[in-house]
């Protein structure tokens, strides 16, 4: 194979050739994507319908959500059906699709979290000019930013990564379409380029990540300056979830995409993207709403609601 324009489809990784084995992870990314898919439209439904969630914090919560959502359900049904039909098979514009659309919602997912921290230092260290800084405009114009150079990103990278030659094959060492194990099929010189737009990429979200430890690192100092001990909880409450998504998502991508091929193996690879892609969708509605107060109340009466109808 000379160059990507004469290949029709890619080849995925399988979990495992036995038949019943492939029925367990069919049943186990189900559940995974269906908890996925509701507690993400839980928190969608709550923060549109309950009029107290209407503030910044809430409402960037809501765009994660969505931006979760679509990461789960660029990787995760695709593996799904290749277990249930016994294939491996993915077409060259359906691995198109999925490079675009994992970096067009992981950069957004990223760009948000690094707002969120911003909306949370302005919250907590200049509370007077919150209204100001964060009001319903500025929160939109916000949004819109993440969403649009996201999207530019996304379209750019994914051009510049198929248009580089492919000549080791089409074998894809993942079960979806990540870029690194695409840069493996390319030839020996050419991966250099997208290689090189991946460390740029990598250096803003290691921007990101610092920009929101700092923020952090100032937010606990304002916080634990607070007398009121029920003020504190209530700081923490709303900090300490976004941390842990924070954590999560950002150390497990950048490892995937920085980490040396010494250590590079099949179970790591795959392990790694699961970290990234499939678990933070499934989590994240549970991480933020077991502390907190208002988002559980909402989450309560909107179950509530929906248990009364079906009576």
């Not at 510049?160 to 194990?181: I, K, R």
């Not at 050419?190 to 979200?205: D, H, I, K, N, Q």
């Not at 040396?260 to 709403?289: E, F, K, Q």
């Amino acid at each position: 194979m000379s160059n990507g324009s004469s290949l029709t489809e890619f080849l995925l990784l399988v979990f495992t050739e036995t038949r019943e084995l492939q029925f367990l992870h069919f049943s186990l990314f189900l559940g995974i994507y269906l908890a996925a898919l509701l507690g993400n439209c839980l928190i969608i439904i709550a923060v549109a319908c309950d009029h107290r969630l209407h503030t910044p914090m809430y409402f960037f919560l809501l765009n994660l959500s969505l931006v979760d959502i679509g990461i789960i359900s660029t990787t995760v049904p695709k593996s799904m059906a290749n277990s249930l039909s016994n294939t491996r098979a993915i077409s060259y514009s359906g691995c198109a699709a999925q490079v675009f659309f994992i970096f067009f919602l992981c950069s957004a997912e990223c760009s948000l979290l690094t707002v969120m921290a911003y909306d949370r230092f302005i919250a907590i260290c200049r509370p007077l000019h919150y209204g100001t800084l964060m009001g319903s405009r500025a929160c939109v114009k916000m949004a819109a930013a993440v969403w649009g150079s996201s999207f530019l990103y996304a379209l750019l990278h994914t051009a510049n990564t198929f248009s580089l030659p492919l000549c080791q094959g089409n074998v894809v060492e993942q079960f979806f379409c990540e870029v690194p194990q695409i840069l493996w099929l390319s030839c020996s010189d050419a991966y250099l380029r997208e290689a090189g737009v991946l460390m740029v990429t990598f250096s803003v979200v290691f921007g990101c990540f610092v920009f929101i430890v700092l923020s952090y690192v100032q937010i606990f100092t304002v916080v634990l300056r607070i007398p009121s001990e029920q003020g504190r909880h209530k700081a923490f409450s709303m900090c300490l979830p976004h941390l842990a998504v924070v954590s999560l998502f950002i150390s497990t991508a950048m490892f995937a995409y920085l980490k040396p091929p010494s250590v590079s193996s099949s179970t790591l690879d795959l392990v790694v993207a699961v970290l990234y892609a499939v678990l933070p969708p499934a989590v994240n509605p549970l991480i933020y709403s077991m502390r907190n107060k208002e988002l559980k109340e909402a989450l309560k009466k909107l179950i509530q609601l929906v248990l009364f109808q079906q009576q």
